[in-house]
């Protein structure tokens, strides 16, 4: 069974400190894993992919296969980046579903 | 641009109604999927499709069903709605045979059951 655990309901900080939403995953094959981001009133949405090792409004995740950990950081938090953040998890290749996490609702405070 | 539609944003029902909640994507996506969006629980899956009349129950499927007669719709029903289905429903595509393919959502419903 894959399982997605994000220990944090909520994480608060001030605009320009670090941010780290921890994400850690159960899964016994190759996982693809991504963060989705929803802000106040919008639809749910891609924030990034591991596969892609891209930076996304200033966001990075790297996949740590040892810890089975995939937590997204950014050095400098701005108030806009206030938002509900879920991590998910998919099997290899496109016919599995996502199991996502229970979410960290991110604050930033100015 | 990937479309998901949901064609209601807010809806109220009594309880024992029966409730339909549709979903239309534009880019000819194989998967589609129904979630429902909880505080404190994250999104769980309800059931999805993986082509036109195709069905598969996900993690929490009790009290739903659903129907996918065209490839671009994939409906979610509430056989006899109860309170414990207030919640908001997210619809979602995705396309298959591409790796890391991500999930596209609609707006989503949000279901009062009164």
């Known amino acids: 069974a894959q399982r997605v655990t994000q220990p944090e309901k909520l994480l608060s900080v001030f605009k320009g400190a670090p941010v780290e939403l921890k994400c850690n995953y159960s899964?016994?094959?190759?996982?693809?894993l991504f963060w989705y981001v929803q802000y106040s009133r919008q639809r749910l949405q891609l924030l990034l992919r591991?596969?892609s090792r891209e930076s996304i409004k200033g966001f990075t995740a790297d996949l740590n296969k040892g810890e089975t950990s995939f937590h997204l950081k950014k050095p400098f938090a701005q108030e806009e980046d206030s938002a509900m953040y879920y991590c998910?998890?998919?099997?290899?290749?496109?016919?599995?579903?996502?199991?996502f996490g229970k979410g960290t609702m991110l604050l930033v405070s100015p | 641009d990937v479309k998901v539609t949901q064609s209601s944003r807010y809806l109220v029902k009594r309880t024992g109604e029966k409730v339909f909640l549709e979903c239309v994507q534009d880019m000819d996506h194989e998967n589609m999927f129904w979630y429902r969006q909880d505080p404190g629980l994250g999104l769980r899956l309800i059931y999805f499709s993986y082509d036109v009349k195709m069905k598969e129950k996900g993690d929490i499927p009790e009290g739903y069903s659903v129907s996918r007669e065209k490839k671009e719709r994939f409906s979610l029903i509430l056989e006899s709605a109860s309170t414990n289905q207030t919640s908001m429903y997210l619809c979602a595509s995705r396309a298959t045979g591409l790796p890391n393919s991500p999930l596209h959502f609609g707006n989503g419903t949000r279901l009062t059951v009164t």
């Open positions: 998910a998890l998919s099997g290899a290749g496109g016919y599995s579903t996502l199991t």
């Open positions: 591991h596969i």
């Open positions: 899964y016994s094959g190759s996982p693809e």
